[in-house]
C-alpha cells in the first residue's frame, strides 16, 4: 500500500485545515488508518485512528473535540479534519495503515505502510 499525505500548511491559532491522504496498491477497506504526528526531538505521537469499516473512531485526548478522523473507502481516501488549531498542534502529519488490534491501535509499530508526512505549522 502506497499513502500520499497532503494538506498541510501554515495557519493562524484558532483556524482549520483538512488533511488528506490518497492509498494506493492494496486493499484499502481491510485496513485501519490512523494519523500520527512527530516534532523534532520527539516520538512519533498518535493523534487518531478509523476502523476499516468507518464505525469506530479513536482520538489522543489532545486533539479530542477539536480533530475528527474520517473514510471514504470508495475513493480510498482518509482525512483529518483539525479545527481550533493551536501552536502545540504544529508537527509533521503522517498517515498510516495497518491491522492493529484494538489494545495497540495507538502503537506506531503496529501499522505497516506510511506515508511522506505533511507539515503542519500554527502560529499564535
Known amino acids: 500500500v502506497q499513502l500520499q499525505a497532503s494538506g498541510g500548511g501554515l495557519v493562524q491559532a484558532g483556524t482549520s485545515l483538512r488533511l488528506s491522504c490518497a492509498a494506493s496498491?492494496?486493499?484499502?477497506?481491510?485496513?485501519?488508518m490512523a494519523w500520527f504526528r512527530q516534532t523534532p526531538g520527539k516520538e512519533r505521537e498518535f493523534v487518531a485512528a478509523i476502523r476499516s469499516s468507518g464505525g469506530n473512531t479513536f482520538y489522543s485526548d489532545s486533539v479530542a473535540g477539536r480533530f475528527t478522523i474520517s473514510r471514504d473507502n470508495a475513493k480510498t481516501r482518509v482525512y483529518l479534519q483539525m479545527n481550533s488549531l493551536q501552536p502545540e498542534d504544529t508537527a509533521v502529519y503522517f498517515c498510516?495503515?495497518?491491522?492493529?488490534?484494538?489494545?495497540?491501535?495507538?502503537?506506531?509499530?503496529?501499522?505497516?505502510?506510511w506515508g511522506q508526512g505533511t507539515q503542519v505549522t500554527v502560529s499564535s
Open positions: 498510516a495503515a495497518g491491522r492493529p488490534i484494538l489494545s495497540a491501535l495507538r502503537a506506531s509499530n503496529m501499522y505497516y505502510y
Open positions: 496498491g492494496g486493499t484499502f477497506n481491510t485496513y485501519t
